[in-house]
């Protein structure tokens, strides 16, 4: 088969010669794969080798040096130092940990709850698809960060919490992309021909529903990842995301705050850190949702 | 006994501007191993009676009246379950656009597989599916051979392509082969080959025709084009505004029409042997089905209408070799 027959028809196959052609998707795809390969660092790092690695190529992010206090950047401290003199670059690294595991496990929660109310309520119609859909209008009646705090404020402090919290205020987005996508994937001959042939209900919305729903709730699930890290970072913020001392992008805002006219440093990397990988998971989103959907005419960028 | 006896089915949908009498009234009956053609304008209740046989009418259609018995025993009071016993296995279903008729994410031959693999041993969990688990190697023997039946070059191969890398023939074929998979006893088949060219048209009637002959397969082919009738069908059941208007033997329908819409049918047909000829040309449409007339649906269009076509339908009228709702037939009734 041609390359060009095969960019019309392969999902899969549209998505990577698009990263490989245009330069905006390939910076997304660049920063998130970074991003997660920090993270994945720093979990084996921490949990494994117990800082072995930062230690000796940076500093630990967890050791206090009051006699460095809120040092300006230099060769042996590339971000400074804050105000409890630990090394602000090893802090950061660690702080991709939490931002990915909160956004891709929260993400992962609402998809798996979202999507399968989507598919259920479209298939099924009437009542089903009434109640479930009111459900969602309820939750999307109020923002979803305010639904996160009530949900945080109940269920306590920590990472499952917060992946909870954020996953629940995420769900309404996919159960209504992927019912929306469902109902018109329903009609199709395909899943007629299928319970036509005596398949069991279950079969139908898992083999034949299901797959044909992906391609919208891949770009939902890239764009929302970038709202739950934004979200994590603004619930550290506010003192209700994961226990200190763990390195989380929130938490050192939220430390640099009073410092920000003295050390603009503390304020500034984490600040920076948030941007670009959010900005990472953007571009990589809106460049995923154009190779996939031909009338959004997105014409190939180069720099 | 016959495979499948249809009587006086009613299929109605209601709607917010009333109800539309789809279907009102067919009796059809179909033996074991007989090829009917059930044929008539857009409109006219073909594929709603298709869906009717499997109780497949979907809200807001619903049965209203009549029986559709499958080998005897009656097809709307069965449950779910044993009606998902029916479907695929014992009756199978040919769609108009094969292409849109296979799921566009699983290969060709994994679709047939599964079909077959739950046929024989029941339905297996999604991710024993999707992990590939309940992969069987009989089937798959005899999904190539089905494929190879169906005149499918290099089966082998074709196995593992996806639905998109087939053409139009090729995934009719494959759909042929799907419908047969099983060994059903009855075939719906929905216009099945309108959108092919006609050579491909023919293989693929020639083919069909071979292969339910050597498994005894009872089939109902839907189609408006009366060429294939004549190629294909046993008998063949006209259809007008959901009623019966003709039917009998394929030969004596179609050489000498008793109902003036059947005569109608046959001369709208354009004749190339006769480019200088006039093109018939059937005056008016099918009758609004929320306000359909009292007497003969056809009364407005025939040409040959009197006075009391408009008062009632016409009972059928037994005349040897078919039945033919029309009162021309009426001396001829024995």
Same mark, same amino acid.
């Given at each position: 088969m041609s390359e060009d027959a095969r960019s019309y028809t392969n999902v899969k196959w549209r998505v990577y010669r698009r990263i490989r052609t245009d330069l905006i998707a390939k910076l997304g795809a660049v920063i998130v794969v970074f991003s997660i390969a920090m993270a994945a660092f720093s979990i084996v790092d921490d949990f494994l080798l117990s800082e072995l690695v930062i230690e000796t190529l940076l500093h630990d992010p967890y050791e206090l040096n009051p006699n460095n206090r809120l040092a300006e950047?230099?060769?042996?401290?590339?971000?400074?130092?804050?105000? @409890? +003199?630990?090394?602000? =670059? !090893?802090?950061? #690294?660690?702080?991709?940990?939490?931002?990915?595991?909160? %956004?891709? $496990?929260?993400?992962?929660?609402?998809?798996?709850?979202?999507?399968?109310?989507?598919?259920?309520?479209?298939?099924?119609?009437?009542?089903?698809?009434?109640?479930?859909?009111?459900?969602?209008?309820?939750?999307?009646?109020?923002?979803?960060?305010?639904?996160?705090?009530?949900?945080?404020?109940?269920?306590?402090?920590?990472?499952?919490?917060?992946?909870?919290?954020?996953?629940?205020?995420?769900v309404p987005s996919f159960a209504r992309v992927t019912r929306s996508k469902a109902l018109s994937v329903k009609s199709d001959e395909y899943v007629t021909a299928a319970e036509?042939?005596?398949?069991?209900?279950?079969?139908?919305?898992?083999?034949?529903?299901?797959?044909?729903?992906?391609?919208?709730?891949?770009? @939902? +699930?890239?764009?929302? =990842? !970038?709202?739950? #890290?934004?979200?994590?970072?603004?619930?550290?913020?506010? %003192?209700? $995301?994961?226990?200190?001392?763990?390195?989380?992008?929130?938490?050192?805002?939220?430390?640099?705050?009073?410092?920000?006219?003295?050390?603009?440093?503390?304020?500034?990397f984490p600040g920076l850190a948030i941007m670009v990988t959010v900005l990472g998971f953007n571009l990589l989103g809106d460049s995923i949702r154009d190779a996939l959907d031909p009338q959004s005419g997105g014409e190939e960028r180069r720099l | 006994m016959s495979v499948l006896q249809i009587d006086d089915l009613h299929t109605y949908f209601d709607t917010e501007s009333g109800t539309v009498r789809a279907v009102e009234g067919i009796d059809l009956t179909i033996e074991a191993g007989e090829i009917v053609g059930l044929v008539g304008e857009s409109g006219s209740g073909k594929s709603v009676t298709a869906s009717s046989i499997m109780d497949l009418v979907q809200h807001p259609g619903r049965i209203a009246d009549g029986t559709v018995r499958y080998d005897g025993q009656d097809v709307l009071s069965l449950s779910e379950d044993e009606l998902a016993e029916l479907r695929g296995g014992e009756i199978s279903m040919i769609f108009q656009d094969p292409m849109d008729a296979f799921n566009p994410t699983q290969t060709v031959g994994r679709q047939l597989h599964d079909v077959l693999r739950s046929h024989r041993e029941g339905s297996v969990h999604p991710l024993v599916r999707a992990l590939g688990l309940d992969h069987d190697a009989d089937c798959k023997a005899a999904v190539v051979e089905m494929l190879d039946a169906v005149g499918i070059p290099n089966p082998e191969a074709r196995y593992s392509d996806y639905p998109h890398e087939f053409s139009g023939g090729m995934i009719q074929r494959a759909m042929v082969g799907m419908a047969l998979l099983c060994d059903p006893k009855l075939v719906l088949a929905d216009e099945p080959t309108t959108g092919l060219d006609v050579s491909i048209e023919r293989?693929?009637?020639?083919?069909?025709?071979?292969?339910?002959?050597?498994?005894?397969?009872?089939?109902?082919?839907?189609?408006?084009?009366?060429?294939?009738?004549?190629?294909?069908?046993?008998?063949?059941?006209?259809?007008?505004?959901?009623?019966?208007?003709e039917v009998g033997s394929t030969e004596a329908v179609l050489s000498d029409p008793a109902s003036p819409y059947t005569q109608a049918l046959l001369d709208s047909i354009p004749r190339y042997d006769r480019p200088d000829e006039e093109m018939y040309v059937m005056e008016g449409d099918v009758p609004d089905p929320l306000n359909?007339?009292?007497?003969?649906?056809?009364?407005?269009?025939?040409?040959?209408?009197?006075?009391?076509?408009?008062?009632?339908?016409?009972?059928?009228?037994?005349?040897?070799?078919?039945?033919?709702a029309c009162y021309l037939a009426e001396g001829d009734a024995e």
């Open positions: 950047p230099s060769l042996a401290h590339p971000f400074g130092t804050d105000e @409890q +003199g630990r090394d602000i =670059l !090893a802090r950061v #690294i660690y702080g991709t940990r939490t931002s990915i595991i909160v %956004g891709v $496990g929260s993400v992962l929660f609402a998809a798996i709850i979202g999507v399968s109310l989507g598919i259920v309520t479209a298939y099924y119609g009437g009542l089903v698809d009434n109640v479930g859909m009111r459900a969602m209008d309820v939750l999307l009646a109020f923002p979803a960060i305010l639904l996160a705090i009530a949900l945080l404020a109940s269920l306590g402090r920590g990472f499952t919490s917060i992946i909870i919290a954020l996953g629940v205020a995420y036509v042939m005596g398949y069991p209900t279950r079969d139908v919305l898992v083999d034949e529903i299901l797959p044909n729903c992906f391609t919208p709730i891949i770009v @939902q +699930g890239t764009f929302t =990842l !970038a709202v739950a #890290i934004i979200a994590e970072a603004g619930l550290s913020f506010l %003192g209700l $995301g994961v226990n200190p001392p763990t390195p989380t992008w929130g938490i050192m805002l939220s430390g640099a705050q009073q410092y920000i006219t003295t050390a603009w440093w503390y304020s500034l | 293989q693929i009637l020639g083919l069909f025709k071979d292969l339910v002959e050597e498994l005894d397969t009872a089939v109902l082919w839907i189609t408006h084009d009366l060429s294939v009738v004549a190629k294909l069908c046993d008998r063949v059941v006209v259809m007008y505004a959901g009623k019966v208007m359909r007339p009292d007497g003969c649906r056809f009364a407005d269009r025939c040409p040959e209408v009197h006075d009391r076509c408009h008062d009632h339908h016409p009972p059928r009228f037994d005349t040897g070799d078919r039945e033919v």
